[in-house]
């Protein structure tokens, strides 16, 4: 067996030479983690920042459930997505099993509820500043949503942030809604992890530089930008 | 003009064959207990239009709970706030207008603020843009429009939020000392505002903690005492010749102690 040096030294070779395999899984990993975050975020965000600056019967309930829900499985969520939509499901007549769109789908099933955590959190900190404010000045329910959202955009990254880290390293729900099939729903992880098994450690490990360089770089520039937002005290 | 236990009560007083103004913010039998203390009692005060009314009192006498139970942020437990003759609901705090102690400014820029508020009331268009220039010139942050208002000194803010409380064209706007740790050239800056206001018709309840605001910005003056008006009357009367004990301690600086009113008392 080959050194771990060696196997590295193969990883960035693959990667430098931009090789094509590798860019397609790379470019499906992209989208289909991308899609399903702005997915979460567009169903999240409005609901955590609902719960976080209502109160309404049964908010504290809502905020246990919220909160447990982050840490599903994700083999329980690929489980439950492949049910909906297997053939007897209900979902079944869409055709979606084993394609990207049920990727998306089973991570959006597994971001939102982080997404909608985390932004309730958040919200309740920048509501509990405004509410006299708000009170004073009439605003309605949906503009208060819409004003929290917009005035916590920037540690709102922070939790986009969160579910893309969720989403882009997990494996457990695609690869049972997605088969891994090769040019088709074959994603980072699930390459990973199927290469591995197989000992072709050059491109799995090549896969793993390459996910860890887009959490850094992702974490990176939501750093660089909040940092300009302090400096504006906007955060 | 208040009017608070008869023995207290000083009233307005009004030229020969001048009948007073109908109130525009009535509260009448004002009550508000918490953790087991009565913090507000009993307190009636009519707001008449364009009048000037300073609320001062010692820390936790409940001049700041009064506005906000008057602005109808807080709900009384007893007695009730009127809006011309109606109970305060939405539609009457949107002809009111209020300035905290502590500016809350969005995380946006000094024109966002304005915006913002002006959005809020439904104006939109040629009238709004009307609304910023005139709120920019009358606040002289001009040159800061475009800057992050949480950025801006405390003077500034508390100007901005002075401005954007008046760009809603409240009747009556409530101020909750307002220059309380501002210099003495903020605080002018917000007193030219808070006079300016009061010029073009608004009617201003102030809440102070400076016996020399309390004059300038004040016609009439409620002296508060543990959650109970004791005096009222024209400001200069009361600020030169306090009738109640308390509010002479007050205005000499000497501390005035007597056990809280408790609901079980």
């Known amino acids: 067996m080959e050194s771990f040096w060696e196997i590295l030294g193969e990883a960035f070779g693959l990667i430098l030479a931009w090789d094509s395999d590798l860019i397609e899984i790379i470019g499906l990993s992209l989208r289909v983690t991308l899609t399903a975050v702005a997915i979460s975020c567009v169903i999240g965000l409005p609901l955590g920042a609902a719960v976080g600056a209502f109160r309404f019967p049964g908010r504290a309930a809502a905020i246990v459930v919220l909160n447990a829900l982050m840490g599903l499985p994700p083999v329980v969520v690929g489980l439950i997505a492949y049910l909906m939509l297997s053939a007897a499901g209900p979902l079944g007549p869409l055709g979606l099993l084993y394609t990207p769109a049920a990727m998306i789908i089973a991570q959006t099933i597994l971001v939102t509820p982080i997404v909608a955590a985390l932004s309730r959190q958040v919200v309740e900190d920048y509501y509990r500043e405004y509410a006299e404010q708000f009170d004073s000045l009439g605003v309605g329910p949906l503009d208060r949503v819409a004003a929290l959202l917009w005035d916590a955009r920037y540690s709102l990254l922070t939790v986009a942030l969160a579910g893309f880290g969720r989403a882009v390293a997990e494996v457990g729900a695609v690869i049972i809604v997605g088969g891994n099939i090769n040019h088709v729903t074959r994603v980072m992880t699930t390459t990973i992890a199927l290469e591995t098994s197989k000992g072709n450690l050059e491109l799995a490990l090549a896969l793993g530089v390459v996910l860890l360089a887009i959490a850094v770089a992702v974490n990176g520039a939501a750093m660089t930008l909040r940092a300009s937002a302090v400096r504006m005290a906007y955060v | ?265």
């Open chain 2, 1 to 265: 003009m208040f009017d608070a236990a008869p023995d207290t009560t000083a009233p307005t007083p009004l030229l020969p064959g001048e009948s007073p103004p109908s109130a525009l913010l009535r509260a009448r039998g004002l009550r508000f207990d918490a953790g087991g203390k009565r913090l507000i009692d009993g307190i009636d005060i009519d707001i008449r239009p364009g009048t000037r009314t300073a609320i001062v009192g010692a820390n936790g006498a409940g001049k700041s709970l009064l506005l906000r139970l008057l602005h109808g942020l807080i709900r009384p437990t007893a007695g009730e706030v009127l809006w011309e003759g109606r109970p305060l609901d939405r539609e009457g705090r949107r002809n009111q207008a209020m300035v905290f102690q502590r500016p809350v400014l969005l995380r946006r820029s000094v024109l966002g603020n304005l915006r913002f508020a002006l959005a809020v009331r439904g104006l939109a268009g040629p009238e709004r843009k009307a609304r910023e220039a005139e709120a920019m010139e009358r606040s002289r942050l001009g040159d800061l429009a475009n800057r992050p208002a949480r950025v801006l000194s405390g003077g500034e803010q508390q100007r901005l939020a002075v401005v954007r409380a008046l760009a809603c064209a409240p009747r009556v706007l409530f101020l909750d000392e307002p220059t309380a740790s501002l210099d003495p050239g903020s605080t002018h800056a917000i007193e030219r505002l808070v006079a300016e206001a009061h010029e073009s018709g608004v009617a201003i309840v102030l809440v102070t903690h400076d016996i020399g605001q309390a004059r300038r910005l004040g016609d009439d003056l409620v002296f508060l005492h543990g959650g109970r008006v004791v005096e009222t009357g024209r400001a200069a009367d009361v600020l030169d010749a306090p009738r109640s004990e308390a509010a002479r301690a007050w205005l000499q600086g000497r501390l005035y102690l007597d056990a809280p009113c408790r609901l079980d008392a």
